[in-house]
């Protein structure tokens, strides 16, 4: 039988990564010969496995067992050994050989997300193993599954009949080899598997290049405990260390990194690395780079959409020809050949099918050259060709060896129609992973979910299948940062009730009382030893859980950090450790131990002198300091935590826009087998009209032959049809097939609050809003595919990138630390060196003991614990993230994270593509026409006129050859047929017309007067005055054979125009208020160009007409240069170099694939949404409406952004450059004023709470009014 190929879960992917196995346990049989079929694989847990040394001890004990194991292979990631082993030697004997060897055998892991699977005999399963692992008495469910399995009662008759020998074999079954840690390997398992289809050709490659242990691999990690840019450059440096790791991005907001290593066995050297600087590392996926599908499975790539550029093609003969070369070549089809525009467009099966289309193209005698290749999108409202879909499902209700393959024979059932690619191997993995094609409404997963919960059940409750969904990176960000937050609230609640009796006695009693109160006089009392008063022992009592417990996470990360920066083998340069080194943590951890520790000496110091005579013992000790400036910490820390998890709220609402349930539209010849939700059920009329302000006008009957049924969301497949009511969402991508009263807030996805009316034909989008009347939906597109997702993903993809000042930032923090700690021991030694020398007043000197050294060492604390590093390194990612969440809100998709942000808010130049930016960008329109006026007997009447026009443009595919055609047909044009096709390129079309004796051309005007066409000065007039308003002409002449002296007349005058989009005018002129230049680059002709740019308020001098794509970039590059740069004040370029030759900043606005070129090149790419694939993705910023008033937007919001950022920098460094003097005790000598350690914690605490509520208050953001309007 051949292996099945497997697609596996995250987790499980890791796992194989680190032990270099299948993904079947029974995998590794089958391909080593040399292996015994009887050979047993058994799987143990430990809690304490830690590095490499603990790998060999476990290898060197298990390996020295007789007889001896096969293999032995020790994960650290997943904290697992597996022992593959013949069948003599015992579970038991491999436990304790492992216990022996000091380390600690737990149950099983802790995994949520997709439990590990396990194989075993079912040949050798026997009740009471059953009993073993799940546990006695019976449960109910248990119970009713044993009555209703065979297998089971034929096990327990077996049991039954071998009497006492049952509890012996129950005991001996501990340690057989079915034990629930253990994994067969014999042949019959092979033979008991249910047969799979065969898998997809591509999808085998894909899970080789994941077994592959020598590909490279991109890595994602969920990282917690960073707090602030220290962290995250601490992670960053550690990784980008380690040979074979390269392109390591942290993003500290996300809780993630994303890595490139060059083998799969870096993956446990990679979280190991992390979790030794003190941070905890999870790896969420391993995805390698897959090569190339080799042709002879080309059929399973999608088809791609080709445009070639075509040389040599001089008539309609020439597209002819290689219209017809095109079609010969197999894997060919729609080819269409452009003559005017010099190209052609086809679509191929595959992309290895390019090289031989140019080439045929190229024995023909033309000149081919590949310009882009896209894959295939379905047409609009056309059938749609359904790919394969992957999913995995979670079977409940396993119980015994026998369920899996109960459940297996159920899928294998279907045939080729569903591929396995996990299947359920034993009852303790649930978890099922298949690849099958939809066919709705005969084949859907609904189908295959209704046979699973149905399998031998006539109730249907033996088993229940879902679909199981592995969480996100934002999902287990999320969980990340709730832990985080959970675990620093009990830290700080146990820190709170410390500070309550520490209050009392170090505040009330010691302060606030007056001397002669006899509770102070008791506290003040020498007690237990030496003259150490109550108060100082009590304060010692609060003082010690606090520091161990409540700050005890500052000092395990800081003592992490600075291991990893001193360890053994360290690939850090020993100069570099003492300038750049530790984080938030150390400084934290240093001042909060400074202060303890330093009491316990002065509590020493106490103790050993004799009691005082006054009955006042000392209580000269930081302990208070201790707890309150822990507590200030740790609610600045938890303040912080939970502030900048508010910073992705927008991408979070994204997310919660998709409906839970869907009413879709079934025939009722199906049985009533969908409905798995809580809700389902078949709706009448009356339920399908609830909410709906006007059942008269918005009812929408059921068709005659459906029903409507509600089911949950995710069981939709493309091609279903929906229902969405009034006041509902679609619950996927689709067009409406049947319903035109719809209208759509799509404020959601677009910005826009206007509602959209939709028509059947018009798509419709999942997260907006139906305020219309009820229309049916045809799916397009579901999980993963949806607009919403590809706004999500392009947000999330954002985020990630960095703008310029973030390095800026990145560098303070990388020598703050070191500077802070600095200043902290010259703070101390200066005020200790002026004390002991006499330079100050006995009168400073007010503590009880120790004497200066004691008093100069509270400014040193109050130094270590009032810098804040996390003001400076979340000033720029906190104000990015919300102000990213703020453009999706807005129909804005920062593609271009930071660095787009920075860039668009210094704009100087705009540059606007022509066609489709400031034009509408649809089908030219026929706006004015002139058939020229003849007698009235004459046969040149305006239908043949017409007529004549339309038989011309009939052999163009030019976009002004369609319009005519359509203005023709619409204006009762005659049917005429033409002979001899003559096409110039740039020109215009010849033919004859024998039946009416004459001859025709249409062109423009420099082919009419190469074919000897005069024009008269009216019409000459009206020719300028329609190239005035930016609209293209199109001129027909006729040459009547029958005359004596025949010659071309002119019979018909035709203004072409593509409509300007009607904010155009207004948009500009608000950039040119804003003092930001305007400019326009077409290829079109200049006189137009420039008639267009006139209409919308551009200057005829900032117009640059008649330029290929690949010159349009060369002009942004030339812009770049020698534009002028708008006024700035200075503030303005504190972050950049202010020089006079300082380039221009130039964005570029375009939607079509010419423009790509150019949108790369500029400094700032904008593409319009409704563009093509290959401008979005040149693009920086994409903005979802086609409304331009949404640049406006754009541009007011990245200096909305970006002024924060500044404002979040500038206060963080404020904040620091100002605190850490009065810390120091600059002013201490104006009256004696001081920052105690505790409030300077307190201001720590506040330091970066501000800056992340700084760039919360981004939230209040309103879009300009001219923007809002729209």
């Known amino acids: 039988m051949a292996a099945r190929?497997?697609?596996?879960?995250?987790?499980?992917?890791?796992?194989?990564?680190?032990?270099?196995?299948?993904?079947?346990?029974?995998?590794?049989?089958?391909?080593?010969?040399?292996?015994?079929?009887?050979?047993?694989?058994?799987?143990?847990?430990?809690?304490?496995?830690?590095?490499?040394?603990?790998?060999?001890?476990?290898?060197?004990?298990?390996?020295?067992?007789?007889?001896?194991?096969?293999?032995?292979?020790?994960?650290?990631?997943?904290?697992?050994?597996?022992?593959?082993?013949?069948?003599?030697?015992?579970?038991?004997?491999?436990?304790?050989?492992?216990?022996?060897?000091?380390?600690?055998?737990?149950?099983?892991?802790?995994?949520?997300?997709?439990?590990?699977?396990?194989?075993?005999?079912?040949?050798?399963?026997?009740?009471?193993?059953?009993?073993?692992?799940?546990?006695?008495?019976?449960?109910?469910?248990?119970?009713?599954?044993?009555?209703?399995?065979?297998?089971?009662?034929?096990?327990?008759?077996?049991?039954?009949?071998?009497?006492?020998?049952?509890?012996?074999?129950?005991?001996?079954?501990?340690?057989?080899?079915?034990?629930?840690?253990?994994?067969?390997?014999?042949?019959?398992?092979?033979?008991?598997?249910?047969?799979?289809?065969?898998?997809?050709?591509?999808?085998?490659?894909?899970?080789?290049?994941?077994?592959?242990?020598?590909?490279?691999?991109?890595?994602?990690?969920?990282?917690?405990?960073?707090?602030?840019?220290?962290?995250?450059?601490?992670?960053?440096?550690?990784?980008?260390?380690?040979?074979?790791?390269?392109?390591?991005?942290?993003?500290?907001?996300?809780?993630?990194?994303?890595?490139?290593?060059?083998r799969a066995d870096l993956v446990p050297t990679v979280t190991e690395t992390v979790e030794d600087i003190g941070y905890e590392a999870e790896v969420i996926s391993v995805e390698p780079f897959i090569p190339a599908a080799p042709k002879a499975i080309r059929t399973t790539e999608a088809p791609q959409r080709v445009t070639l550029s075509v040389g040599g093609m001089t008539c309609v003969a020439c597209s002819n020809t290689v219209t017809d070369v095109l079609k010969g070549v197999p894997g060919v089809s729609n080819p269409i050949v452009n003559l005017l525009g010099a190209s052609a467009t086809l679509v191929v099966e595959s992309r290895d099918i390019i090289p031989q289309v140019v080439e045929s193209i190229e024995d023909a005698g033309y000149e081919a050259e590949v310009v882009n290749t896209e894959p295939m999108k379905p047409e609009k409202g056309g059938e749609q060709e359904i790919g394969p879909r992957n999913v995995a499902l979670r079977v409940d209700g396993l119980f015994c060896s026998h369920c899996p393959s109960k459940v297996m024979d159920v899928i294998s059932s279907f045939g080729d129609r569903v591929t396995i690619l996990k299947p359920i191997t034993d009852h303790t993995d649930p978890f099922l992973r298949i690849s099958y094609v939809p066919s709705p409404p005969t084949f859907t997963l609904r189908h295959i979910i209704h046979s699973i919960s149905s399998a031998q059940s006539p109730n249907g409750t033996l088993f229940t299948a879902t679909i199981h969904h592995t969480p996100s990176l934002e999902d287990r960000a999320r969980r990340m940062q709730q832990r985080e937050q959970r675990h620093i609230l009990e830290r700080l609640v146990f820190s709170v009730f410390a500070t309550i009796p520490t209050f009392i006695i170090g505040i009330v009693y010691m302060d606030l009382l007056p001397s002669s109160h006899p509770g102070r006089m008791w506290v003040m009392e020498p007690f237990w030893t030496g003259n150490t008063s109550r108060a100082s022992w009590a304060l010692f009592f609060c003082a010690t859980p606090v520091m161990f417990y409540s700050a005890g996470a500052f000092h395990r990360r800081s003592l992490k950090e600075m291991w990893a920066l001193w360890k053994p083998g360290s690939r850090t340069p020993v100069w570099k450790r003492f300038v750049r080194f530790g984080s938030m943590n150390l400084l934290v951890s240093t001042g909060v131990s400074v202060a303890y520790f330093a009491s316990i000496a002065l509590l020493a110091l106490a103790a050993s002198q004799p009691a005082s005579t006054d009955g006042k013992g000392d209580t000269t000790t930081y302990f208070d300091s201790v707890v309150f400036l822990t507590m200030f910490l740790l609610i600045g820390r938890f303040l912080e935590a939970y502030s900048k998890g508010r910073t992705a709220d927008a991408i979070t609402a994204l997310g919660k826009l998709r409906p839970a349930s869907a009413l879709i539209v079934v025939p009722t010849s199906e049985k009533e087998q969908y409905t798995h939700s809580p809700s389902g059920s078949t709706l009448d009329d009356t339920d399908l009209e609830k909410g709906d302000d006007s059942r008269e006008k918005r009812e929408l009957y059921i068709a005659p032959g459906t029903r409507i049924e509600r089911i949950d969301a995710e069981l939709l497949e493309v091609g279903d049809t929906v229902r969405v009511q009034h006041g509902g969402s679609p619950p996927a991508d689709g067009t409406i097939v049947a319903g035109d009263g719809g209208a759509f807030d799509e404020s959601s996805l677009t910005g826009e609050s206007r509602l959209v009316k939709k028509q059947v034909g018009d798509d419709v989008f999942l997260g907006t809003i139906n305020k219309g009347a009820v229309v049916e939906v045809r799916v397009n597109a579901i999980?993963?595919?949806?607009?919403?997702?590809?706004?999500?993903?392009?947000?999330?993809?954002?985020?990630?990138?960095?703008?310029?000042?973030?390095?800026?930032?990145?560098?303070?923090?990388?020598?703050?630390?070191?500077?802070?700690?600095?200043?902290?021991?010259?703070?101390?030694?200066?005020?200790?060196?002026?004390?002991?020398?006499?330079?100050?007043?006995?009168?400073?000197?007010?503590?009880?003991?120790?004497?200066?050294?004691?008093?100069?060492?509270?400014?040193?604390?109050?130094?270590?614990?009032?810098?804040?590093?996390?003001?400076?390194?979340?000033?720029?990612?906190?104000?990015?993230?919300?102000?990213?969440?703020?453009?999706?809100?807005?129909?804005?998709?920062?593609?271009?994270?930071?660095?787009?942000?920075?860039?668009?808010?210094?704009?100087?130049?705009?540059?606007?593509?022509?066609?489709?930016?400031?034009?509408?960008?649809?089908?030219?329109?026929?706006?004015?026409?002139?058939?020229?006026?003849?007698?009235?007997?004459?046969?040149?009447?305006?239908?043949?006129?017409?007529?004549?026009?339309?038989?011309?443009?009939?052999?163009?595919?030019?976009?002004?050859?369609?319009?005519?055609?359509?203005?023709?047909?619409?204006?009762?044009?005659?049917?005429?047929?033409?002979?001899?096709?003559?096409?110039?390129?740039?020109?215009?079309v010849k033919a004859e017309f024998g039946k009416l004796q004459c001859s025709a051309i249409i062109g423009n005007e420099a082919w009419m007067t190469e074919n000897g066409c005069s024009i008269d000065g009216r019409q000459a007039n009206q020719l300028d005055m329609w190239k005035s308003e930016g609209k293209s002409v199109v001129l027909l002449a006729i040459r009547d054979e029958s005359v004596a002296v025949p010659a071309f007349s002119l019979f018909g005058l035709f203004a072409i125009a593509d409509p300007l989009r009607p904010e155009a005018k207004s948009v500009i002129g608000h950039l040119h208020d804003q003092s930001i230049g305007t400019w326009m680059i077409s290829g079109d002709n200049e006189t137009t160009a420039k008639a267009v740019a006139r209409m919308v308020g551009i200057p005829e001098t900032n117009v640059i007409a008649g330029v290929l794509p690949h010159e349009k970039a060369d002009r942004i590059r030339w812009l770049q240069q020698v534009g002028m740069k708008r006024p700035q004040p200075s503030l303005r370029r504190l972050f950049g170099k202010q020089k006079t030759n300082e380039r221009c900043v130039v964005a570029m606005v375009g939607d079509g694939i010419n423009d790509a070129p150019a949108l790369t090149a500029a400094d700032v790419g904008i593409a319009i949404g409704s563009g093509s694939d290959v401008a979005i993705s040149s693009a920086a910023f994409i903005l979802v409406s086609s409304n331009l008033y949404t640049l406006l937007t754009l541009t007011d919001l990245s200096r909305k952004v970006f002024n924060r950022v500044k404002f979040n920098f500038f206060w963080a460094l404020f904040y620091n450059m100002i605190a850490v003097p009065i810390a120091a005790g600059v002013i201490y000598p104006a009256g004696n004023a001081r920052l105690p350690p505790a409030w300077a914690s307190l201001l720590m605490a506040l330091s970066s709470v501000s800056v992340v509520c700084s760039s919360l208050a981004l939230k209040l953001y309103k879009a300009p009014a001219t923007a809002q309007a729209m």
């Open 5 to 262: 190929p497997a697609i596996y879960s995250l987790r499980s992917s890791r796992r194989l990564a680190s032990t270099g196995r299948g993904p079947f346990p029974y995998m590794d049989a089958l391909t080593n010969p040399n292996r015994d079929d009887s050979d047993l694989a058994t799987t143990v847990f430990l809690s304490n496995l830690h590095c490499s040394s603990c790998v060999h001890s476990i290898q060197n004990a298990v390996s020295s067992l007789s007889p001896a194991p096969t293999s032995v292979e020790v994960s650290i990631v997943t904290q697992t050994v597996t022992v593959r082993h013949p069948k003599d030697l015992s579970r038991a004997a491999i436990d304790n050989a492992i216990e022996e060897a000091g380390f600690d055998i737990v149950s099983g892991p802790e995994d949520n997300d997709l439990p590990r699977a396990q194989s075993t005999p079912l040949a050798s399963f026997s009740l009471s193993q059953n009993l073993t692992r799940l546990g006695t008495p019976f449960t109910p469910i248990k119970q009713r599954h044993l009555a209703q399995c065979a297998a089971c009662q034929a096990d327990q008759r077996a049991s039954l009949e071998r009497g006492v020998e049952s509890s012996t074999t129950l005991h001996e079954e501990k340690s057989s080899p079915s034990h629930d840690g253990e994994i067969y390997l014999p042949s019959q398992q092979k033979a008991e598997m249910p047969p799979a289809s065969p898998t997809k050709p591509e999808r085998s490659t894909a899970a080789s290049a994941v077994s592959d242990d020598h590909c490279q691999q991109q890595v994602t990690l969920s990282i917690g405990g960073m707090t602030c840019a220290s962290c995250s450059s601490a992670v960053t440096d550690a990784l980008s260390e380690l040979p074979g790791v390269s392109e390591v991005v942290v993003n500290l907001l996300g809780n993630s990194a994303t890595l490139t290593i060059e």
């Open 783 to 988: 999980g993963g595919e949806t607009m919403l997702d590809h706004i999500v993903k392009v947000v999330r993809e954002g985020q990630t990138r960095r703008a310029p000042i973030e390095r800026v930032a990145d560098m303070i923090t990388g020598y703050f630390v070191p500077v802070v700690t600095l200043l902290a021991v010259i703070t101390w030694v200066v005020w200790l060196g002026l004390g002991l020398g006499g330079a100050l007043p006995p009168s400073y000197l007010d503590v009880d003991i120790g004497g200066w050294v004691v008093w100069s060492l509270e400014f040193a604390i109050s130094v270590f614990v009032v810098a804040c590093p996390c003001g400076i390194g979340l000033a720029a990612p906190t104000a990015l993230l919300v102000g990213s969440g703020l453009a999706a809100k807005h129909g804005i998709l920062a593609r271009g994270g930071g660095e787009a942000f920075q860039e668009a808010a210094q704009l100087d130049i705009v540059v606007f593509d022509k066609t489709g930016t400031l034009t509408e960008g649809g089908d030219p329109k026929v706006t004015d026409a002139e058939i020229v006026e003849q007698p009235e007997d004459s046969r040149w009447t305006r239908a043949v006129v017409l007529g004549l026009a339309a038989e011309l443009e009939s052999a163009s595919s030019h976009p002004l050859a369609t319009a005519i055609r359509q203005h023709c047909s619409e204006n009762g044009a005659s049917s005429q047929t033409g002979a001899s096709f003559d096409e110039t390129p740039g020109r215009g």
